[in-house]
Each structure stands twice: as structure tokens, then as C-alpha cells.
DNA sequence: TTATTTTTTACTGTATACAAGTTGTATTTT
DNA sequence: AAAATACAACTTGTATACAGTAAAAAATAA
């Protein structure tokens, strides 16, 4: 068990990743310099550097001569957010139907098992976090550069919106998670058929799920087309 | 003129990313820690910062206890790239067509402007970055944090595929450039007239057009399918 | 000579010290 | 008492020095 510089900014970086995803720092958190480097044993240069690449990626908001903050959720980018998911994820998943390796199924196959344990057994942020690990591996699989960056921003928000109705309250919330487990199962098949078609129809559908399971939380009102499929689809 | 660190800072990274943009560093060049913070009057410590910020929006690939790279463009990231494209920048436009203010067109047409400017007398250099700008523009009209990721990534490698083909060789390119600059005068009177199904039919058209401009330069070996179009958006 | 090991050199990564900027508090002024 | 200013404490940004690591050069053995 090392424990280099190096291995402590990994540390570092995964454990902000993950107190982000999981909502224990809430959007809009300022990060305290000085604290994180004393508990991860890191001067700040290094600390800095992290700092600036999850900016980069998206979990950070970085203001100059002000702390960083965790990046916030505004009901627009909620809205924002519903535009974008279903033609990204429709594209990658359509990519990753027509390009995994067998190894990468392999691999989506066994976080789906972990999905499934948590669901039955673990807390909210384990379900938020083996569901997003899922999703990570479909996003290699497509091993497209060009949508991976919008697709892991997306990410970011689908695990911190997930953390709301991971923790189900009605007989219909708990339902749904099923039914999403239900979806990656499928999902797995369409790659591993190299069914492109189905498993961008199944990407329509995942996401449609989460929109409803959101709607029984925050969404007062509904989103009116489901945009973004139709310019891939349907060619002008 | 204030020449603090800061300003210097925001003057390195300026230099870095036109100069990427304009293959005046070529990808896959190292990047030189010492020479750059001597040119730049910066020690390495907002050096690296920069570098990590411009490795995570896509201009270098940073390696551990290696030098910062310029990010590569292999045929494969070509191919991605005409994949992801058309879809992207479709729905950006359709965004932009959607949410555009009065300012933000007032500034687009100003772009435009400039890129006609350098159409006439400037350096391929010139068109490339105005290019560039005004296709930015596009992209803070839409406001979808979701979607400018990808869509800056795209953006980079567009400048630089663009670069090979804004030295007009034939009549054929030549006549190209003028139609490209035809499609942004239409981009700007979809957005004005919020036509949303105009401006994603313009977006598709645009990048067929770049797709043509670059089949007569760069592909030897003219590739078999107009990929990017087809794989899409026929469900296999 | 050729292959392998050792040593040197150069560069990347980190820590610490310092400078610049921001925020909150106390004092002064009206 | 309220507002404005000045000061103090704290935080962020930068520079320099040092440690760790990889590549290159030199030296040794086959």
C-alpha cells in the first residue's frame, strides 16, 4: 500500500469526485484550501492543480481570487439538462452498440451486477454511484471523443439528480428503479447484439424513466418535446 | 496597459490556444515548461495551472511526469469527428435559433463580418480564428452547459482541420469559402427569425460543406462512405 | 564491437515562503 | 446612530527551492 504524493492526489480527486456526485458537498459549496490539503497531506500546488481539471470537468465552478465551488444546479440546467441527455446518450449508446470489445461488455456487465446490489442493499449514494459508473463504461465504449466531454458533464448531474429518487418514497419511485435496472439489462444486449437501432430506442426510453421519476420529485412543470432525437434520427 | 501576472497568465494561455488553433504548434508537439515561463515572465506554477485547464478543454494531453502535449488528430479522431459534428452542432443552432438575445446577434453579425474580412485579405490563420469566433458565438447563444463541452472540443479540431483547407488551392475550394461564408449570412437570419428548424437544417448543411472542402485536401484515400451522416442516422 | 549496467543530466512534481487581494471588524466622521 | 474609512485577519496567487523520475550518456562486461 503506497502512499506517494501521487497516490494522494488521486485520493484527492476521487474523494471530491465522489462527494460531489453524492451530494455531501451540495452545489454551491465553497472548498476550504487549506483544510483539503492538511487532510490529504498535499501542499496546494497539487491541490490547485485538481482543482483546476474538475473545474475543467465540470464539478467545479473556479472564480479568480475566490474559493472554489462546487458547481451548481439551477432548475435551468435542469431544464438544460432533459434537452441534451436523450441526443447524447442516444449517440453514444448507438457508438458503444457499434464498437465495444468484448472485454468492455465484460466489464458493463459486472458494474450492472453492482447496480443490482445496490439497489437491493445499499444506500442512495451507492445506487447513485454504481448506476453512474454504468454509464461511464457505455461512454468508453463509444470511444468518441468529441461526445465524451458533454456526455461526462451530463453525467455529473444525472448521479446529483439521481441522488434525489435514489432514495425512493412511493410504491411508483421504487418501481421505477426497477424497471431502470431492468433497461440496463437490455442496454447490455443491444451492444453485446451490436443492435444500434435498439439501443438508441433504449436510451430514448432510459432517460424518458428518469424524467418521470424527477417529476414525481422536483419538476413542477413538464418538458414539452423530448428535443435532441430528431436531429440525429431524422435526417432534414 | 497593466502587465501583472494575472494579464500575463491570460496572455499565455490566449497564445496557446491560437497557436494551437492555427497549427502554428503542431499536434503531438511538446510543450516546454522553462522556455514558455521565461517567454511569458511566469513561473511554473500558473504555467502548469494553465496547462491542466487547457488539457481538460481538449488543447493538450497532459501525461504524467511527461511534458504537455498538443492534442493529437489521428484518422480516427477525424472520423469521430464528422460523426459527432453535425449532430451537435444541430442542436446548438437550434438552441441558438431558440434563445438568442438582441446583443448576441448584434455580435455574431459583427463576427461574420470579420470572417468576410479575412476571407478577402487575410492569412489562413485569419479566416481559421474568425471562423472559430464566430461559431463560438453560436455556441454561448444556445446557453446549454451541457452541450458547449462537446462542442468547443469540436470547435478546436475544426479550426485546425480548417487550416489545411482556408489556403484555397482550386476554384472548387475557393468557391467553397464563399458558400460557407453564403451559410453564415442564413445561420444569422435563422437565429434573428427564431426559425429553429432552419437553423438546424443550415448547421447539417454547414459541416457537409466542410466535409467536402476537406475530402478535397486531406483524404488521399477518399473515403469510402460520407461517414458521419449515414451510420447515424440510418438505423441499422 | 555489442549488450548491459551505472552514472549523469534534464525535466516533472511538490513543498514552502512570500506577495497580492479579499473580507470582516473596528474606528472615525458626520 | 449610520455611513464611510482604515485596519487587521485571512485567503488566494506566485515564485523559488527541492525532491522524485525518466531519458541519455558513459562505463563496464561479454
Do not use: C
Amino acid at each position: 500500500m503506497k502512499d506517494d504524493p501521487k497516490s494522494r492526489k488521486a485520493d484527492l480527486m476521487e474523494h471530491l469526485k465522489v462527494s460531489i456526485l453524492t451530494l455531501r458537498f451540495q452545489p454551491g459549496t465553497d472548498l476550504d484550501e487549506a483544510l483539503l490539503s492538511y487532510e490529504f497531506g498535499l501542499s496546494r500546488t497539487p491541490l490547485r492543480e485538481v482543482f483546476r481539471q474538475l473545474g475543467g470537468e465540470g464539478y467545479l465552478d473556479l472564480r479568480t481570487n475566490r474559493s472554489a465551488r462546487v458547481s451548481e444546479m439551477s432548475h435551468t440546467t435542469l431544464r438544460d439538462f432533459f434537452l441534451a441527455a436523450p441526443m447524447i446518450y442516444g449517440a453514444v449508446l448507438r457508438l458503444a452498440a457499434r464498437n465495444a470489445t468484448l472485454a468492455q461488455i465484460e466489464d458493463l456487465k459486472t458494474a450492472q451486477l453492482a447496480f443490482k446490489s445496490a439497489l437491493r442493499s445499499g444506500s442512495a449514494a451507492d445506487r447513485a454511484l454504481t448506476n453512474n459508473r454504468f454509464h461511464e463504461l457505455t461512454g468508453e465504449m463509444s470511444g468518441n471523443v468529441y461526445l465524451l466531454p458533454s456526455f461526462n458533464r451530463l453525467l455529473i448531474d444525472h448521479a446529483r439528480i439521481g441522488m434525489t429518487f435514489y432514495r425512493p418514497q412511493t410504491a411508483k419511485m421504487t418501481e421505477n428503479l426497477t424497471e431502470a435496472s431492468t433497461q440496463h439489462d437490455a442496454i447490455i444486449a443491444a451492444i453485446e447484439a451490436n443492435d444500434e437501432a435498439a439501443a438508441a430506442q433504449l436510451a430514448e426510453e432510459h432517460w424518458n424513466l428518469s424524467r418521470d421519476q424527477i417529476e414525481l420529485f422536483v419538476m413542477p412543470d413538464a418538458l414539452d418535446v423530448p428535443l435532441g432525437l430528431s436531429p440525429l434520427s431524422k435526417p432534414a
